[in-house]
């Protein structure tokens, strides 16, 4: 789109025929507009007040003509700023996603504005950011949460006393005068979505708007319809990429953290889902991202059973505030993982052959049906392997970060088909099977973290009556990421109440 200079006030023109002076948006970054205050007498539109509070679009995303949009403008209800902005000496900054990389921009012949625009590659999964392209964000009065709905906690369960604990602590921070961070620690199988029921409650009966964040779209998927039963009355809005809730308001919103990068100043109670998570942990976008949707004085509560060493220190010099939750829900201990030696894995995996020590480890539970995780260090050892395993057992499947059968193979794993899955670190959340057996091969390798060690023997001893399950680490030496998770999970399993 293109815009003129006219009366101090930036106008949009039509792009079939415009002026000789129309320019993108992003040649006026040194003009400043005066913008006016909503005038009162306008009537404005609702469905656009709907579609733009608190978030920050392009003119794609939204449903109203240009017209519509600039009337709002000139009556103070909505704004517009250049998608990007170029430095004094020509260097490009994507607003939306604060990307300033010149590597991570591009430039295309563009039919919008008739010349060479540069775009940015770093945001481009959520639609093109270009030199033309406006962001529109809303300035009058906010469509309000529903009051009149008590969003009343259906949920019934209990909460065992770690849960309870950090419940307390979650639901009295919402009524201390200055917010900020706090750090939840929860163990692998801690029932960390139960015990945000009641602070999610409280938040909402105080006007809060929610937010849920998390790296994985399979977790918006998980969690959209719990939260959905815990609060029958709340509008739980999920967004994914593909998700039809995309332009829907509601006080309580689970979303993948990409989705946030359309959010601004949104919400003030905020939960980020396994904040040391790839690739929230790597992405300075999605970080920005969240920082974006979440409003100046908003608590954000931080919840991950295995918080980054920056994290841990910060909480323990006292410079952020948290509480542990070290017991599962059952109340039993964590498996703590044996160590095994297996010789060299690598030549013994490259050679499609399984290492002795592994075999004797996992025929009985073969033969006694008992389903195993079996964890590889990369993907090209594991389709060296693979073969070798489904020779010699029954029902062996093979599962991976790029696999496109990925979410089949998984399913058939819960439903007991497959009996052993061999797969790399990409299972190292999220999926547990009840009563499965945990190993990995080669856990002296590189990939296997403290972090990816700790959640990796989570997918273990899930259920209440079988807390006892076996985590093994086959390795060709004992490093020490290894000792380290196993002194993590010990030191979680010592804690008493
Ligand atoms: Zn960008
Ligand atoms: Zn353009």
Redesign the pocket.
């Given at each position: 789109m293109l815009f003129v200079l006219e009366q101090n006030w930036l106008v949009p023109v039509t792009e079939n025929d415009p002026p000789a002076n129309a320019q993108p948006l992003s040649a006026f970054t040194n003009h400043t507009i005066q913008w006016p205050q909503p005038d009162r007498n306008f009537s404005f539109n609702t469905e656009l007040q709907q579609i733009l509070t608190m978030r920050r679009l392009t003119t794609d995303e939204i449903n109203h003509s240009i017209s519509t949009l600039y009337d709002h403008a000139r009556n103070g209800y909505v704004r517009f700023e250049a998608?990007?902005t170029f430095s004094a000496s020509g260097r490009p900054h994507?607003?939306?996603?604060?990307?300033t990389d010149p590597t991570?921009f591009a430039s295309f012949s563009c039919a919008r504005c008739g010349q060479e625009c540069t775009y940015?590659?770093?945001?481009?999964t959520?639609g093109r950011?270009s030199a033309c392209t406006p962001l529109w964000t809303w300035h009058g009065p906010e469509t309000q949460p529903d009051s009149a709905n008590p969003h009343t906690l259906a949920w019934e369960g209990t909460l065992s006393p770690f849960q309870q604990q950090a419940s307390d602590k979650l639901v009295a921070r919402l009524h201390e005068a200055t917010a900020g961070e706090f750090l939840l620690w929860a163990v692998c199988g801690a029932g960390k979505t139960e015990m945000l029921f009641p602070a999610i409650e409280r938040a909402l009966a105080l006007g809060k708007r929610v937010l849920i964040a998390t790296p994985r779209t399979d977790v918006v998927l998980e969690l959209a319809p719990r939260l959905n039963e815990a609060f029958p009355e709340a509008e739980v809005i999920a967004l994914y990429g593909g998700s039809e809730d995309r332009f829907k308001q509601g006080q309580l919103v689970v979303s993948t953290t990409h989705q946030l990068?359309r959010y601004k100043d949104a919400f003030s109670f905020v939960i980020i889902d396994e904040v040391d998570a790839f690739p929230y942990s790597a992405d300075a976008?999605l970080h920005f991202a969240v920082q974006e949707a979440r409003t100046p004085d908003a608590e954000t509560v931080y919840l991950t059973a295995t918080p980054s060493p920056d994290m841990k220190t910060r909480a323990r010099t006292g410079r952020l505030p948290y509480v542990t939750v070290p017991r599962r829900y059952h109340g039993f201990d964590l498996p703590v993982p044996s160590f095994r030696w297996c010789g060299n894995w690598r030549t013994s995996l490259q050679r499609a052959q399984i290492p002795t020590t592994v075999s004797t480890w996992l025929r009985p539970y073969v033969d006694q049906d008992v389903p195993v995780f079996l964890f590889l260090p990369s993907i090209v050892l594991l389709e060296q392997i693979l073969p070798t395993f489904q020779q010699q057992y029954p029902s062996v499947d093979g599962v991976h970060a790029e696999d496109a059968e990925r979410k089949e193979k998984v399913q058939a794993f819960r439903d007991g088909t497959t009996k052993v899955l061999l797969t790399t670190t990409i299972l190292e959340r999220g999926v547990t099977v009840p009563g499965s057996q945990v190993a990995v091969v080669g856990a002296d390798a590189p990939v296997f973290t403290e972090a990816a060690l700790v959640q990796i023997a989570g997918r273990a001893g899930r259920k209440a009556s079988d807390p006892n399950a076996d985590v093994i680490y086959f390795h060709y030496g004992i490093t020490r990421e290894m000792a380290a998770a196993k002194r993590h999970i010990e030191a979680m399993n010592e804690s008493k109440m």
């Open positions: 998608g990007i994507c607003v939306r996603c604060d990307n991570r940015c590659r770093r945001c481009i959520m950011v990068l976008m």
